[in-house]
């Protein structure tokens, strides 16, 4: 069965630092571009970054670029997310996705990601 399982997330204070694991299981991600998607209550799913599998080439949201970084090891079939100087703004549920496809031109939409994970809480508070 193929599933993205999140780990990671947690309590972190304003200007804290957190990274975000994303493991694969029952396909490999060596050809899915992987995609990272947070949502906070009472807002829709926003995509913050995504990283194709044939060149490691990136996408980033305005809104954490030049904090998150995407990485991903296919030897491990796993994907990470670095992310720093968080904000309370930055609290959400966060979800790992794979959308099929060794390199995509522009991030995917949300539509057409393939699998996702059941994600991980960050909650950035004081």
């Known amino acids: 069965q193929a599933q993205l399982v999140e780990s990671g997330g947690g309590l972190v204070q304003p200007g804290g630092s957190l990274s975000l694991s994303c493991a694969a299981s029952?396909?490999?991600?060596?050809?899915?571009?992987i995609g990272w998607f947070r949502q906070a209550p009472g807002k829709e799913r926003e995509g913050i970054a995504c990283?194709?599998?044939?060149?490691?080439?990136?996408f980033y949201a305005d809104s954490v670029k030049g904090r998150f970084t995407i990485s991903r090891d296919n030897a491990k079939n796993t994907a990470s997310l670095q992310m720093n100087s968080l904000n309370p703004e930055d609290t959400a549920m966060y979800y790992c996705?794979?959308?099929?496809?060794?390199?995509?031109?522009?991030?995917?939409?949300?539509?057409?990601?393939?699998?996702w994970g059941q994600g991980t809480q960050v909650t950035v508070s004081s």
């Open positions: 996705a794979a959308a099929y496809g060794n390199h995509w031109y522009e991030s995917p939409r949300i539509d057409e990601y393939d699998y």
């Open positions: 029952g396909f490999t991600l060596d050809f899915y571009a």
């Open positions: 990283i194709n599998s044939d060149d490691g080439s990136t």
